[in-house]
């Protein structure tokens, strides 16, 4: 019944499409939506309430967008919603986190995959940081590691929940320096998995760079390196992964973006695709961004379509194994 | 003394406006039911974009410190708690309001939540450095040990049989392991779409205390419309004061337990009110009195819910960290500003902090005041017609049910829980309870696998759960919750006489 109405959908497009050019020069002529798979006050609805604020000038869509929180088991609420449910007349935007959803399509059990979805820009990207209490007696990763292969599975350290950025960067530093660690998952996201290294209940911990930098601020944690291919503005003097020797690229870099669900027609993509990634940098917008201390890194569509790409390959790989 | 510098920013005119304005709309949003204090927070968020740091922070405060009071007066008069942390305040509150005492309920719990309210930031202002050591001091075991401890109160909570109440609370548990388990990674008997993101509290509260309601009153008809309540007593404010003045022993207890629950992060507030209860009412010498409309125990209810809200903020405002769902979203409200809280954050933006914690103590106050304004009226709802009571409660509960996530499956799962507890309720079993299985049932658990993780990386799982001076206090304190449960069902099955009037003094 959905596919039968979705195909009478799209004949009644084309058929007005075929009578008014293509019937989207006005597009959009009323308010947007934007979906976020995670609740209100986090991370990411955060950055998209920023991100979206100007989306009312008329040099932006000229028409304001909407944040509509739709969370719930790790955002596959929300995005299953986003896939099947939400009408892909160029009216429901969605948020996307990479790693996250890919890193759960692949795991399996939800209704989407990169294929359904369309992506529009990309705003942000925070990638992981390995982080140790301010007195720990840990350095360096070299000293980490060390630990490690002399207690092996010994060495607990904390992140934000399985199929996240965090649980990539962990596979991936195990996977790079051939030993075992302990993982533990936070359920209650990054907060309460830095409050774990900072109360010393583990002896390091997977974290976001932003979040990682105001602990260091304050005093709490020493950062000893970046889960990402080059160093970060933020933290120029904390070396990469790479740079201590652990092949570790940035698949773990948790990227934030727009997208519309597949079947959106190509002349609004097009349109948003233009569009957006200018709205984003709005001076206003990079100013906010930049005192909440989220880094941006703007991408355009074809961009982000090969980022999509490249991480569902990486993904694949460093999932089989689990 | 830093704080009284900076009190003179919360009474400039704007300010002071905002204040008023962050106060009142929290009142009338928490008196909503499904607008938790978190989701309240959240939708203000937006409007500090174009205020100024303290500004924002005033409207964000007031709110917070008034939605928490706010969800008592959906608690007293509709029996619906207007977020978890008001559970507590149906069991006497509304009774209250069903025997004509309304107003006097409202009030005596305005005046709770304020007295309770000030303590915690006071607590805040003074106690900052000391408190943030302790917040951090409980790791996995001990919130573990503590949710346990939630749940021994589970079978004494409401007056009836404490095994209908046990039964009860582990419907709750069983239902809080529906959905996806993020830390094991695994589905759990999701055998419908809309159980996906499992069950959420805010629904299911709304659904378990409101549901069962509308059935009941569409149940009995037209026949004995109107009969249950005929005046709404009134009732002066100076009474109530003497009231609550009399009533001092709940009332401290109330804000001493609020204000330590409220700083342990990951446990909130949400557990703040029934466990104040539970103790004001072994304390108490009219121990049989709780349930019925007795006072005591929404003193002490309310006073520990909005003493949480200070302490709350510690782990925040000196670690960065965010104690609580509402804590996180605060913490968004300053980043936008360019604020990092921290260890320095008094030194940095000493004027930012102090205002922002200044308005929640003017905040508590005003709150107070406004509430107590408006108790004699709202507590003439209780007059309206049952019939249109029920419609309107019925719209609340799907609109709030809906609005906490935006989602239809939110809905549906109300309306099938409340109908399943309109049954359950014909057999004696109770809502509280059940909730609070709902509630526990994941701290305990992610508490216990994550301390499980660790504890087989690194020692035992017995040593890691069983020794310790925390650990062995607070279980300890299980045991002995456990046995006075015990003691005072055979005392009770022993000689019901003598333990409904022997022990309560004059």
Not at chain 2, 283 to 308: Q, V
Not at chain 2, 387 to 393: E, L
Not at chain 2, 463 to 470: C, D, K, Q
Request: some cysteine; overall charge negative; glycine content about 12%.
């Amino acid at each position: 019944m959905k596919k039968l109405l979705a195909a009478a959908a799209i004949a009644l497009t084309s058929l007005a499409g075929a009578a008014v050019a293509d019937g989207h020069e006005n597009y959009p002529e009323r308010p947007i939506l934007l979906m976020i798979s995670y609740g209100a006050g986090g991370a990411t609805d955060f950055q998209a309430r920023i991100v979206t604020m100007t989306a009312g000038n008329e040099d932006a869509l000229g028409m304001p967008i909407a944040i509509i929180n739709k969370p719930g088991a790790g955002g596959r609420k929300g995005w299953n919603w986003f896939a099947t449910e939400a009408d892909n007349d160029g009216y429901t935007l969605g948020a996307y986190n990479i790693p996250h959803f890919i890193a759960q399509s692949i795991e399996g059990g939800v209704d989407y995959s990169a294929d359904s979805f369309e992506p529009i820009a990309n705003w942000g990207a925070d990638p992981a940081v390995f982080v140790v209490a301010a007195d720990s007696a840990f350095n360096s990763m070299n000293d980490v590691i060390a630990y490690a292969t002399e207690n092996p599975g010994k060495l607990t350290f904390s992140g934000a929940g399985l199929f996240v950025g965090h649980h990539i960067a962990a596979l991936q530093l195990e996977n790079a320096a051939g030993v075992k660690l302990a993982y533990i998952p936070s359920n209650k996201g990054g907060a309460a998995a830095m409050k774990s290294v900072i109360a010393g209940e583990v002896l390091g911990g997977v974290n976001n760079l932003s979040d990682a930098y105001r602990a260091r601020e304050a005093g709490n944690v020493k950062i000893l390196g970046v889960f990402d291919n080059e160093r970060n503005d933020f933290l120029p003097d904390v070396p990469t992964m790479k740079e201590q020797g652990y092949d570790i690229d940035n698949s773990s870099v948790n990227f934030r973006g727009v997208m519309v669900p597949k079947g959106t027609p190509q002349p609004i993509i097009d349109k948003l695709a233009e569009i957006v990634p200018a709205m984003f940098e709005n001076k206003r917008v990079l100013g906010k961004m930049n005192a909440g201390g989220s880094p941006m890194h703007i991408m355009t569509r074809d961009e982000v379509l090969e980022m999509w790409k490249a991480r569902e390959a990486t993904l694949e790989k460093l999932l089989a194994g689990l | 003394m830093e704080f009284i510098g900076y009190l003179g920013d919360v009474f400039t005119p704007f300010n002071f406006g905002l204040l008023m304005i962050g106060t009142f709309g929290g009142l009338i949003l928490g008196a909503t039911p499904g607008l938790s204090p978190t989701m309240t927070v959240a939708l203000l968020i937006p409007f500090t974009f174009r205020l100024e740091a303290t500004e924002g922070l005033i409207l964000l405060g007031a709110a917070y410190t008034s939605t928490v009071a706010g969800g008592a007066v959906s608690a007293i008069l509709l029996n619906i708690p207007g977020a978890p942390a008001n559970i507590a305040t149906t069991l006497d509150g509304y009774k209250m309001a069903k025997n004509g005492h309304g107003a006097r309920a409202l009030q005596l719990s305005f005046l709770s939540s304020a007295a309770g309210g000030v303590f915690g930031v006071l607590l805040l202002i003074f106690l900052t450095p000391i408190l943030a050591r302790w917040a951090l001091a409980f790791g996995p075991s001990h919130i573990f040990w503590l949710a346990i401890l939630g749940i021994t109160v589970i079978g004494t909570l409401e007056a009836g049989s404490v095994v209908k109440g046990l039964l009860s609370g582990c419907i709750g548990l069983w239902l809080s392991t529906i959905g996806f388990d993020d830390i094991m990674g695994e589905q759990r008997f999701i055998f419908h779409s809309s159980l996906s993101g499992g069950i959420n509290v805010i629904p299911a509260l709304i659904g378990l205390f409101a549901i069962p309601q509308v059935i009941s009153i569409f149940a009995k008809g037209r026949a004995d419309s109107g009969t249950e309540i005929l005046s709404v007593e009134r009732h002066p404010i100076s009474e109530a004061v003497r009231e609550v003045a009399r009533r001092y022993r709940a009332l401290s207890l109330g804000a001493v337990v609020g204000s330590i629950v409220g700083l342990i992060p990951g446990i909130g507030g949400q557990i703040a009110g029934i466990v104040a209860y539970d103790q004001s009412k072994k304390i108490s010498r009219e121990k049989e009195k709780y349930g019925t409309g007795h006072s005591e125990g929404l003193i002490a209810a309310e006073s520990a819910n909005n003493a949480m809200v200070g302490p709350s903020l510690v782990p925040l405002l000196t670690l960065s960290i965010p104690g609580s769902p509402t804590a996180a979203v605060l913490l968004g409200g300053l980043l936008i500003h360019g604020i990092f809280p921290g260890s320095d954050l008094f030194e940095n933006h000493p004027a930012v902090a102090w205002t922002f914690i200044n308005s929640m103590l003017v905040g508590q106050i005003l709150m107070c005041i406004f509430g107590l304004y408006i108790a004699a009226l709202a507590a003439r709802v209780v007059l309206a017609p049952p019939s249109f009571m029920a419609a309107a409660v019925l719209g609340l509960a799907v609109f709030g049910s809906y609005s906490v996530y935006n989602s239809m499956d939110d809905v549906y799962v109300m309306l099938m829980l409340g109908t399943a507890m309109y049954f359950l309720e014909k057999f004696g079993f109770s809502a509280a309870p059940l909730v609070l299985g709902l509630i526990l049932g994941p701290i305990a658990e992610a508490n216990f696998i994550q301390g499980s993780l660790i504890a087989n990386a690194t020692s035992s799982v017995v040593e890691y759960f069983l020794t310790g001076a925390l650990n062995l206090c607070l279980i300890s304190m299980v045991a002995v919750s456990l046995l006075y449960s015990v003691w005072s069902e055979i005392a009770n099955g022993r000689n019901p006489v003598a333990s409904g009037n022997g022990r309560a003094r004059p």
